[in-house]
C-alpha cells in the first residue's frame, strides 16, 4: 500500500484551474521530484497534501485512510506530513532552541525536557549543533532554511514535503542545504520536493514528476525522464534548465 496516493485532484482559483485531474502514488521511502515551470500547479499540489489547500474533488488518501477536509482531520494529517517553504517562517525573537520545541510542545503535547532533547537531535541531522542558542538573525540564509528543515523534523513527520527551499537562497548557500536533502534521501525519509536543483533531482530522486498546465505530463525515474523525454513539453524545459546535457539525449 502506498503511503500516499492522490486521486484525480481538482483546484480551480476564480476562473483558473489550478490542478486538473492530478493522480499520483508514493510509496513509503521514496523521494519524489517534481519539477516544471513557474504556474504549472507544483506548489498547489504539495498545499493540497498538507491540507493548506482543499481540493474542489478528488480524494487524497494517506497511510490507507481518506484524508476528511475537517479540522480534526487537517490537523491529524499535519502532525503526520510536515512542509518546509522557500521563505524560513522562523519567529525572529526566539532562539533557535525554541523555534524548534514550540511544535512539540504546543502541537504534540511533548514535556519540554523531551522537545529540547528532539532539537538536539535534528539539529544534528542539519549540522547546526552549534547555533542551538542563537537567534534566526544571527543566522546566515542557508543556516535558516536548515533551521526550518529541522523544525519540521522535530515534529516526526512520515512524509516530508520542501516547496522550493533554494529558491530564495543565495547561489553559494544553495549547496548546504541541498547537503542536507541529500542526507535525508540516503537515511530512507519519504519526502516530495518542488525544486529547480535538477542536479539534485538526477541524483536523489527516485521518481520525477513534471507538470504543466496544471496535470502530469510525465512520470518516472531520472535516467529516463532527462534523457529520452517522451514528450515536447518536457523537452523544451530540460533544454532550457539543462542546456549542457543537450547531447546527452538519445
Not at 165 to 176: F, K, M, N, Q
Not at 227 to 241: G, K, Q
Request: proline share 5%.
Amino acid at each position: 500500500m502506498p503511503i500516499l496516493a492522490l486521486n484525480d485532484i481538482y483546484k480551480r482559483f476564480g476562473t483558473h484551474v489550478a490542478l486538473h485531474n492530478v493522480s499520483l502514488t508514493v510509496e513509503a521511502g521514496q523521494v519524489v521530484a517534481i519539477i516544471g515551470r513557474s504556474g504549472s500547479g507544483k506548489t498547489t499540489l504539495l498545499r493540497c497534501i498538507n491540507g493548506l489547500e482543499i481540493p474542489d474533488s478528488g480524494e487524497i488518501v494517506f497511510d490507507g485512510r481518506r484524508v476528511e477536509p475537517s479540522r480534526t482531520g487537517l490537523r491529524a494529517l499535519r502532525r503526520e506530513i510536515g512542509i518546509v517553504f522557500q521563505s524560513f517562517n522562523l519567529f525572529p525573537h526566539l532562539s533557535v532552541e525554541r523555534n524548534i520545541t514550540l511544535g512539540p510542545t504546543v502541537g504534540l503535547g511533548l514535556p519540554l525536557a523531551e522537545a529540547k532533547r528532539r532539537a538536539r537531535e535534528v539539529l544534528s541531522q542539519v549540522d547546526l549543533e552549534d547555533k542551538i542558542a542563537a537567534v534566526p538573525l544571527q543566522l546566515s540564509g542557508g543556516q535558516q532554511q536548515r533551521v526550518a528543515i529541522a523544525r519540521s523534523l522535530a515534529m516526526r513527520p512520515r512524509l516530508m514535503l520542501f516547496d522550493e527551499i533554494t529558491s530564495a537562497l543565495d547561489p553559494e548557500l544553495v549547496g548546504e542545504v541541498v547537503g542536507v536533502l541529500e542526507k535525508l534521501a540516503c537515511t530512507g525519509m519519504t519526502m516530495i520536493l518542488v525544486t529547480h536543483e535538477m542536479g539534485f533531482a538526477r541524483a536523489a530522486a527516485d521518481t520525477i514528476v513534471f507538470m504543466h498546465q496544471g496535470q502530469v505530463w510525465e512520470i518516472g525515474p531520472p535516467s529516463r525522464l532527462f534523457t529520452a523525454p517522451v514528450t515536447a513539453e518536457l523537452a523544451s524545459f530540460i533544454d532550457a534548465v539543462l542546456p549542457v546535457n543537450l547531447g546527452e539525449r538519445a
